[in-house]
């Protein structure tokens, strides 16, 4: 069984930094990627940030330039955010998607797995 521990939340003002902590724990083989996502007050989930097991790396366009995503092992992803706003306000949520097999990854098939959400708040 996976399992998926999010830290590094907090209070920080406006034009701050911080930077998230994800690790995961359990079988989650050498195809998968690992992300973060952000759930505002009244909003949908969406995908903040996202780094696949070989390197590539994908942003929501509102935070490139300003965030950045990296992982230091096969099971341990950061997110550090800089110059953050208001509006980067939210809980975000650390995801593992394991897809298996060369197959699921180009159907785009994978078994997620959530972490407990860790809360961000910018504000002065």
């Known amino acids: 069984q996976v399992q998926v521990v999010e830290s590094g939340g907090g209070l920080v003002q406006p034009g701050g930094s911080l930077r998230l902590s994800c690790a995961a724990s359990?079988?989650?083989?050498?195809?998968?990627?690992m992300g973060w996502y952000r759930q505002a007050p009244g909003k949908e989930r969406e995908l903040v940030a996202r780094?696949?097991?070989?390197?590539?790396t994908n942003y929501k366009d509102s935070v490139k330039g300003r965030f950045t995503v990296s992982r230091d092992s096969a099971k341990n992803i950061y997110l550090q955010m800089n110059s953050l706003k208001p509006e980067d306000t939210a809980v975000y949520y650390c995801?593992?998607?394991?897809?298996?097999?060369?197959?699921?990854?180009?159907?785009?098939?994978?078994?997620?797995?959530w972490g407990q959400g860790t809360q961000v708040t910018v504000s002065s």
């Open positions: 359990g079988s989650i083989g050498s195809r998968n990627a």
């Open positions: 995801n593992v998607c394991v897809y298996g097999s060369m197959r699921n990854v180009l159907l785009g098939i994978c078994s997620d797995y």
């Open positions: 780094i696949t097991s070989d390197g590539s």
